[in-house]
T-cell receptor
Framework: SQQGEEDPQALSIQEGENATMNCSYK?????LQWYRQNSGRGLVHLIL?????REKHSGRLRVTLDTSKKSSSLLITASRAADTASYFC???????????????FGQGTILTVHP | DTGVSQNPRHKITKRGQNVTFRCDPI?????LYWYRQTLGQGPEFLTY????????KSRLLSDRFSAERPKGSFSTLEIQRTEQGDSAMYLC??????????????FGSGTQLSVL
């Protein structure tokens, strides 16, 4: 079963606007990751945030993590048409270790950025 | 191209037939994972290898599914007696030993299976 639930399921914005996607999860985690998937392709890792971190930045991406609420958000600033894709959050269980690659994915948010 | 490679990209088969997919991970990566993704859903973990050892299998992986990674290099995923419910994108991913690469997965483009 999917651990993460993402919100919204679909988001449509204009180029230059910011896009915010939210993810909730159910069990304690070691880390939470965000991936991007272009239609019909594999996933690309965007950013990883550990359970003891609250915020992380990478270029135009900002990720927050609230372990008390078991939720995370991904903010993409100054969006571009090329950002159009599906975005997934994925969690690694608290044990980490050999389970590092056993990710539990959410259902994803489909982002459409109009030029 | 030194990324994860999967073949074939697309496979159409009739119900009851056997199919086999291949994954070539990034060469220095020792861990290899198989995931399955159905339309509108996130990927679901199937199994993973550390070198040639299969360390974990999901309960999703019925006895019709078998995966191998001989010599710890490429991996194959075979589905026997395919069913229409097996139609999905099968994704392979790998991860490395170094701190920079051991926690994030590098995915291939997947094999889209359609069972008629």
């Amino acid at each position: 079963s999917q651990q993460g639930e993402e919100d919204p399921q679909a988001l449509s914005i204009q180029e230059g606007e910011n896009a915010t996607m939210n993810c909730s999860y159910k069990t304690s985690i070691n880390n939470l990751q965000w991936y991007r998937q272009n239609s019909g392709r594999g996933l690309v890792h965007l950013i990883l945030i550990r359970s003891n971190e609250r915020e992380k930045h990478s270029g135009r991406l900002r990720v927050t993590l609230d372990t008390s609420k078991k939720s995370s958000s991904l903010l993409i600033t100054a969006s571009r048409a090329a950002d159009t894709a599906s975005y997934f959050c994925a969690t690694v269980g608290e044990a980490g270790g050999t389970s590092y690659g056993k990710l539990t994915f959410g259902q994803g948010t489909i982002l459409t950025v109009h030029p | 191209d030194t990324g994860v490679s999967q073949n074939p990209r697309h496979k159409i088969t009739k119900r009851g037939q056997n199919v086999t997919f291949r994954c070539d991970p990034i060469s220095e990566h020792n861990r290899l994972y198989w995931y399955r993704q159905t339309l509108g859903q996130g990927p679901e973990f199937l199994t993973y290898f550390q070198n040639e050892a299969q360390l974990e299998k999901s309960r999703l992986l019925s006895d019709r599914f078998s995966a191998e990674r001989p010599k710890g290099s490429f991996s194959t995923l075979e589905i026997q007696r395919t069913e229409q419910g097996d139609s999905a994108m099968y994704l392979c991913a790998s991860s490395g030993l170094r701190q920079a690469t051991n926690e994030k997965l590098f995915f291939g483009s997947g094999t889209q299976l359609s069972v008629l």
